[in-house]
């Protein structure tokens, strides 16, 4: 792209485009961080929270049965009293996660229980009880052995499994008169854990795991099977913690855990491991993603057209004024100029162009008004000069007084008629010469003076001229004699016939105060022998010769050389 438009068009859509690709791709990746920072922080919080609310749970049923087993009816009375059960039932009744409770003897015989069940049967072996003796106590999760068909079975056919509590009861002394113990039911803490993962966003796909101090999966029940059949459904951790980008049987998921933080539970050392498969858990950054991308692209298409249309307002008066420029060369007026150039550059550029083009205009304008002056110079001083050449060539080849041709005229053209005879030879048209001299011309000056003959002169020279054809050639031979040069004829009787005509024509006139006058003529033809126009001029002075000798008034042909002796010399 050459043009001021492309170059503009590319160089400020690729600005924008670029500084939008660079703040787009710093956003997205600030974005990104914050939004996977984000996620790990609700998985953490999850586990947090999950481990939080089992703690302060565990440690309120612990401390049920504590406070259960320091209740003056069990310290004092008897453990075996129906009121005794009465008490255990109402327990039982408040808490549904207790699914038994029961005061043992102290050698492990059930004095009592909630339901009536297992009483007499002997619980002596189970830890609860060994350890309830000594202290408050909270064992880890258990299959049911003695109560699982006296229990009615799970709904979801998870097998029964218990948490147990436990505490010795002592009377004021402090002897041990019994164990007071319960067995809660599991699932109420496997409800617990999923109340918190609940509180998640829905589909965010957060779940929870509780794993016991040996790494074995408490829950969820599908991972402590798969345990039990010897799936590693539990990755080797370089760290030992379950923490950030974490593999579960070949999916990645974002983890994060917790301990429990309780005095007695803690005992129990369980850790809580909440996670989030790290496709779900990426699924913000992925939709921020393809919101940028749309974004950006909106964004790139609007600069573009932004910079498309901002190149063209740039470049448009440039393009106007090339414009205009090329008006002014083409059409040779004064264009009109844009009002609004925009920039105040272009504005001062479209002014300067603008009384250029004036001053251009002007400036040819003059010229060609000179030219035009010049040229009506030159014609009429062509004319000045064809009028002065006329006059010189008159001047030059006229005779003043009569205004015939001169002597040196009549030779240049005798000398033409010579050699057009010499060209065509004896077979073409031939030319004839008259001399003609006025018949004692002396005594016309003598008796009336000077300027009487030249007047008789010039009415000769008039006579002559109307006597003979315009192709004819009359001239002033020198002082009163005149001569005819007679060209194209088709023989020599022509000429006399010529030369009778004008000495007729003269025997006829009347001359103003001289009264009637006569003329002798020669007349002969060009000969081509002749050497020059002398030889042919001197002929036919010899023939007025002659016509002088003769008597005057005559005209007397003289033959020419080769014909001389032929018949046709005659005179008359
Ligand atoms: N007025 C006037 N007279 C001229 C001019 N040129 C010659 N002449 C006169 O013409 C006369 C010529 O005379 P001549 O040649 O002697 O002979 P002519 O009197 O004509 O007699 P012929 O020729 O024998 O018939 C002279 O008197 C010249 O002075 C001229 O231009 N003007």
Redesign the pocket.
């Known amino acids: 792209m050459s043009s001021l438009r492309g170059q503009l068009s590319l160089v400020l859509g690729g600005l924008a485009l670029a500084i939008l690709a660079l703040v787009g791709g710093y956003l997205g990746r600030v974005a990104t961080q914050e939004l996977y920072t984000a996620q790990a922080a609700a998985v953490r919080a999850t586990a947090q929270a999950a481990a939080e609310l089992l703690a302060s749970q565990l440690r309120d049923r612990e401390r049920e049965i504590e406070l259960l087993s320091h209740s003056p009816h069990l310290v004092e009375g008897p453990l075996d009293a129906q009121q005794a059960r009465d008490a255990l039932d109402r327990r039982k009744a408040l808490h549904d996660e207790f699914a038994w409770l029961g005061l043992v003897a102290p050698d492990g015989t059930v004095l009592q229980a909630s339901g009536g069940l297992l009483v007499g049967r002997s619980v002596a072996q189970r830890e609860w009880f060994i350890a309830g003796r000594e202290r408050v106590y909270v064992g880890d999760v258990h299959d049911a052995k003695l109560l699982v068909n006296l229990l009615p079975a799970l709904p979801d056919g998870e097998p029964t499994r218990f948490i147990d509590f436990s505490a010795p009861i002592r009377d004021a002394e402090g002897r041990l008169r019994g164990v007071v113990g319960t067995h809660a039911h599991w699932h109420w803490v496997t409800a617990l854990l999923d109340s918190v993962t609940r509180r998640q966003q829905p589909g965010s796909g957060i779940d929870a795991l509780i794993i016991d101090r040996h790494g074995r999966v408490l829950y969820p029940e599908a991972m402590k099977l798969a345990q039990a059949r010897g799936d590693a459904v539990l990755p080797q951790l370089p760290t030992g913690r379950f923490e950030g980008e974490v593999q579960f049987g070949g999916k990645a998921y974002l983890a994060s855990e917790a301990s429990l933080q309780a005095r007695t539970s803690a005992e129990l050392g369980w850790r809580i491991v909440a996670r989030q498969p790290l496709d779900q858990a990426m699924r913000p950054v992925r939709d921020l993603t393809r919101e940028l991308v749309l974004l950006g692209a909106l964004a790139a298409a609007v600069l573009t057209l932004a910079a498309l249309l901002l190149a063209r307002r740039i470049s448009r008066p440039v393009e106007q004024l090339a414009d205009i420029a090329e008006r002014v060369r083409t059409e040779r007026r004064m264009p009109e100029f844009p009002q609004d150039a925009g920039a105040h550059e272009l504005a001062r550029l479209s002014q300067a162009m603008q009384s250029m083009a004036r001053s251009l205009l002007a400036t040819e304008r003059e010229l060609q008004q000179a030219n035009l002056g010049l040229e009506a110079q030159v014609q009429q001083r062509t004319l000045q000069l064809q009028a002065a050449n006329a006059a010189l060539e008159h001047l030059a080849t006229r005779d003043p007084?009569t205004g015939l041709h001169n002597r040196r005229s009549l030779d240049a053209r005798l000398a033409d008629a010579l050699a057009l005879g010499r060209r065509y030879g004896h077979g073409g048209r031939v030319h004839g010469l008259l001399l003609i001299?006025?018949?004692?011309?002396?005594?016309?000056?003598?008796d009336h003076?000077?300027?009487?003959?030249?007047a008789?002169?010039r009415q000769l020279a008039a006579l002559l001229q109307a006597s003979v054809r315009t192709t004819d050639v009359a001239a002033r031979f020198?002082?009163?004699e005149f001569a005819v040069l007679l060209p194209e004829l088709a023989g020599p009787q022509e000429a006399v016939r010529v030369a009778e005509k004008i000495r007729g024509a003269v025997q006829e006139a009347v001359f103003p105060a001289v009264g009637r006058l006569t003329v002798?003529i020669g007349v002969s033809l060009a000969s081509p022998q002749d050497a020059d126009v002398r030889q042919w001029v001197e002929r036919t002075d010899e023939a007025l010769y002659a016509a002088?000798r003769g008597g005057?008034n005559a005209v007397v042909l003289r033959a020419r050389p080769a014909l001389e002796l032929a018949a046709d010399a005659q005179s008359i």
Not at 438 to 444: G, H, I, M
Not at 449 to 454: E, L, R, V
């Open positions: 007084l001299d006025v018949d004692l011309f002396k005594s016309v000056n003598d003076g000077h300027a009487a003959g030249d008789v002169l020198g002082g009163e002798s002088k005057r």
